[in-house]
């Protein structure tokens, strides 16, 4: 190794200036920092074979020195400042982790730098690096979700209505005209089609009897349907906060959610994931890209250990 | 039960003449069939009774008489005929097979379906009916990827590389200019950063010595990425066939799919599957709407137990 050179996979130390490595190659590639006794590729060699991540690392580095931003190469994160400041002179905006195409990112894990992220006032940002060496960035942050749907507590009970399958149909006339108003189900002729997600909600909420008390109805509908329980329960969370929810499935979301009750277009798109979840990148990249396409935020939502439901919201990030 | 009414899974004989359950309820519906004795509720409950999948092969059954077709029921697929023709005019030209948004189908079942439907020189439509009774068809078939695309053979070693994590750089000039016009990795300032999958097909092909020899490398890039021997040999079937592949990260894949080497946008977006994979039908419908809206075709490839690799196409279909 080059005297004046001292390499570690934290840093660089060049004629007793220390360096991120990132840095340090940035600067010996655009020929402003000078290397007495070692060629480029022999100091890049070394410096990446000190950590496997490096050329990733780098990769994200100039991406957004190009751009034009001031950016500080952490061991976990890396700290990003707004356009057009340089490091140290105002705090960092952003910090950034870095991923590749090839990993997966548990959903605990991205609820885990969400918080740390809020515990240090930032914004948390995921670069992920392709195989074809392009980086694409996405803001990862708690979902905020509300709605201002309100509906009048109905307790009359549903004359007449039965059973079919995954699906309740409602046949007398007054409750059917009342639901479809409140955004339920689908008219099938003079009926209503309900799914049993909303009729476990209208049972919970005493306005439906089927003949089934609603324990007995969850039981039947978690036979007939994956996943009924955790779905059922995102639902009625979000059905509290105000929001009306329909089938995403178009868009290849559990959920489609709107803020108020005349709104034309859904505002969110939900997709409920078990807690032990682990996303594949490219499933990422597909969510956020179809939500953004059709002007809608894309919300993972999970149960956690707590019993809370957490909602992680991911878009693309312009820098 | 009424003595005019004789109800099974598969067939409803009212006054003699014997008709699927679904065409009976829709004529009921429509009042063009008239049941003396018994309430359209507690015919439409009975039949619904002795088939739980009644009220989705209902709602299909409506939705493509409402749209003008011809359709009849069978037990396992609905036979639809071309627009405007009535059964037993003409062959049927689809076969349809009925989901529900809660299902999920196996990726090895779609492809048996794909081959009875060759079989029987019909096409394959999958009708998903979401939680919403919505009905989205898709045309299921094997993908046609062929393209125009071949390299001269060139063996020349490359003179100057190194392997940095999962990327490969290439050093000397010649080379980079060589595999860049070969639409192979990216340029980063004056070297070229080639992906594992890159660099294990041109070691392949005798182009590319970094002092390993390929079967090293292979193992190197399996213990590097998941699933990399899966990937790598749908991107080595699909080169042969003359096509050429890039990342398809953006879009949510692993490969964007070019038939030549001056196209400017790809044709085909290709995931890579496991041969145990399950389809959740969210995916499918992200997966194809993100396609369809970058008007390329969503293809899934899967390695079936004879090492062959199988194609699945999947598309949209307005009905």
Not at 21 to 40: I, Q, S, T, Y
Not at 99 to 106: A, K, L, T
Not at 169 to 176: G, I, K, N, S, W
Request: proline share 3%.
């Amino acid at each position: 190794m080059d005297d004046k050179a001292q390499i570690t996979e934290e840093s660089v130390i060049i004629d007793g200036e220390k360096l991120s490595p990132e840095e340090a190659v940035f600067l010996l590639e655009k020929g402003r920092l000078k290397l007495k006794g070692m060629e480029r590729e022999v100091f890049l060699s070394k410096v990446s074979s000190t950590n496997p991540d490096f050329i990733i690392r780098y990769m994200v580095y100039t991406d957004l020195k190009e751009r034009g931003y001031a950016v500080k190469p952490g061991r976990v994160f890396f700290w990003l400042y707004p356009r057009g400041a340089r490091a140290g002179d105002k705090p960092a905006k952003y910090i950034i982790i870095i991923r590749r195409e090839s990993d997966s990112i548990p959903v605990k894990e991205l609820d885990r730098l969400i918080n740390s992220a809020r515990n240090m006032r930032k914004e948390l940002i995921l670069a992920i690096v392709d195989d074809e060496s392009d980086v694409t960035y996405y803001v990862v942050g708690e979902a905020r979700l509300e709605g201002s749907h309100h509906e009048e507590e109905d307790e009359t009970p549903i004359a007449s209505c039965s059973v079919a399958g995954d699906r309740v149909l409602v046949h007398d006339r007054a409750t059917v005209e009342r639901l479809h108003k409140n955004m339920y189900g689908k008219l099938m002729g003079d009926r209503l089609v309900l799914s049993l997600i909303e009729t476990a909600y209208l049972l919970q909420h005493g306005a439906c009897t089927g003949g089934r008390d609603i324990e007995q109805f969850l039981e039947y509908a978690a036979s007939k349907t994956r996943d009924f329980k955790a779905k059922f329960d995102v639902y009625c969370d979000l059905r509290a906060k105000g929001l009306i929810l329909k089938t995403g499935f178009k868009f290849g979301s559990h959920f489609r959610v709107y803020t108020a009750s005349q709104q034309k277009h859904s505002s969110f798109l939900v997709y409920v994931v078990p807690p032990d979840y682990i996303f594949a990148t490219h499933e990422l990249a597909r969510a956020v890209r179809l939500a953004h396409g059709v002007k809608k935020r894309m919300v993972f939502a999970y149960n956690d250990t707590n019993h809370r439901i957490r909602y992680i919201d991911i878009g693309r990030k312009k820098l």
